[in-house]
């Protein structure tokens, strides 16, 4: 499997820096054009060939606006298409979660996926032309049809590159030899020498450059093949993801107790430093309109940018504060998979759920707002995949708000779960439980609907009590 590597460079002159930053503003440009395009219905002619539009953009000279050299705006054109076609799978996937959560007839089901299948059908379906089916369906095409459109719309997000401090090259583009690397500027036949960190003697194939303003450094990512570990072992685990603990188990054991102390200490620095930099800079406004007739507060001006108003300070705590917390879930995850040892790892959806986030007090939507969006979900699938952990999601229906122990639906009260029946018990723990049960359980799948589920649960408790109060026969 693929693992990213990051190179460093020691710190860049300013004017080999202002030209990256160039290279970057007009790379993403491109891939900004392409997006807005291409990114939807129109990028379904072009998605399985880019090649085509490219080739359409030299005959025209087209090409010529973006003041990069072709290498470079064939490079972004290539990026944002793999991007789009990348998004267009999401959209189909979420596309057919939809249907089997909600079509019962599979006629119907059938038909969805079939025009799914071919690109050339779907631009035409959402194009409004007619379409020309070979297999027989017995289904109401417009219905289905509109449909589509419909749930095309919704699930296909719009791309937009709005950082220009990175882009891409190819192995043509860039050379690295003994920690030097070499790579194209503007300028015809012109390359920029970088010192690196490291002193790495080569890379393979495409890297990425991120330019770094505030550090005046830049980062190499490239992608190189790494071996996954052997699993022998047989344990299946469910787990429950929060913002108190970040991994609870249904063994009763917590990793990343500490992740949300972390957070709020974070939010809470940052969120008092940008209340003194907000005076600040209404004292800055102050200062700029009365410069103009004083000169003795252009001194004060400078003085201000320089020791209160400087963005490298500011970026840089910033950063560190998030590699810290960073290198603190990596080091939760890691003592997880280490001591449970699972061969299968069971889990609801990894992304925080915010349906009710409105109805949240402000402090706490600003701590989670301070999350590190995706990473954990990366992270735990990536680390899952190197030691050959199968990853298995399952139903979150109520898996949070009935007792693992009797299956009686209960509340939660803070950090314990609360039963009529059995009690109290961690609830972290209580719907680890659950979501391994769940594991289990044949008859409530991934994608019978939450109301469904409900239905099964109460009909279970039903049966359950009924066993209880019938007199056994003597």
């Not at 690109?119 to 007619?130: H, P």
């Not at 907000?278 to 004292?283: C, E, S, Y």
């Not at 298995?392 to 708000?401: C, E, I």
Request: one cysteine or more; glycine letters at 2%.
């Amino acid at each position: 499997m693929k693992k990213t590597i990051k190179l460093y460079s020691v710190k860049v002159d300013k004017e080999i820096i202002k030209e990256l930053t160039l290279i970057a503003y007009r790379y993403s440009k491109v891939k900004n054009y392409i997006y807005q395009n291409y990114g939807s219905i129109n990028g379904l002619i072009y998605i399985d060939k880019p090649n085509n539009l490219r080739d359409e953009w030299v005959k025209s000279e087209f090409a010529n606006q973006w003041k990069l050299s072709a290498r470079y705006w064939k490079m972004a054109l290539s990026e944002a298409f793999s991007n789009i076609k990348t998004t267009l799978s999401q959209t189909k996937t979420k596309i057919k979660d939809y249907i089997k959560r909600n079509i019962i007839n599979k006629q119907e089901a059938h038909y969805i996926r079939y025009i799914l299948k071919s690109d050339k059908n779907l631009y035409k379906i959402l194009t409004n032309q007619q379409v020309e089916i070979k297999k027989e369906f017995n289904v109401d095409k417009n219905k289905l049809h509109k449909l589509l459109k419909r749930l095309y719309r919704k699930y296909n997000p719009k791309s937009l590159s709005k950082q220009y401090k990175t882009f891409m090259v190819d192995n043509a583009m860039y050379q690295v030899k003994n920690g030097l690397l070499e790579i194209a500027s503007l300028t015809p036949r012109k390359r920029l020498k970088i010192k690196l960190t490291s002193n790495i003697t080569k890379t393979k194939g495409n890297v990425r450059v991120v330019i770094d303003r505030y550090k005046n450094r830049i980062e190499i990512h490239y992608a190189i093949n790494i071996k996954t570990k052997a699993n022998n072992n047989s344990a299946i685990i469910g787990i429950d993801k929060g913002f108190k603990k970040l991994i609870a188990t249904s063994n009763n054991r917590f990793y990343g107790e500490n992740l949300s102390e972390l957070l709020i200490k974070h939010s809470e620095k940052l969120n008092n430093k940008n209340k003194q930099r907000n005076k600040l800079n209404a004292l800055k406004r102050k200062y700029i309109e009365k410069s103009k007739t004083n000169p003795k507060y252009t001194k004060k001006l400078k003085n201000l940018y320089k020791f209160n108003l400087s963005k490298q300070k500011y970026y840089n705590r910033k950063n560190t504060t998030k590699e810290n917390i960073t290198k603190y879930i990596n080091q939760s995850i890691n003592n997880f998979i280490n001591h449970e040892k699972p061969k299968v790892v069971v889990m609801e959806d990894l992304t925080f759920v915010t349906k009710n986030k409105h109805k949240l007090p402000k402090k706490v939507n600003r701590w989670l707002s301070s999350w590190l969006k995706g990473y954990i979900q990366n992270r735990l699938e990536y680390k899952l995949s190197v030691n050959q952990t199968e990853l298995v999601s399952v139903n979150p229906a109520y898996t949070s708000q009935i007792c693992s122990n009797c299956q009686s639906f209960g509340k939660r009260r803070g950090e314990r779960f609360y039963c009529k029946v059995c009690g109290g018990v961690d609830a972290d723990y209580n719907a680890s439980v659950n979501i391994l049960n769940r594991f289990y359980d044949n008859e409530i799948t991934l994608y019978t609907p939450y109301k469904k589920v409900k239905e099964i649960l109460l009909l279970r408790m039903s049966d359950r009590e009924k066993s209880r109060t019938v007199p056994s026969k003597t």
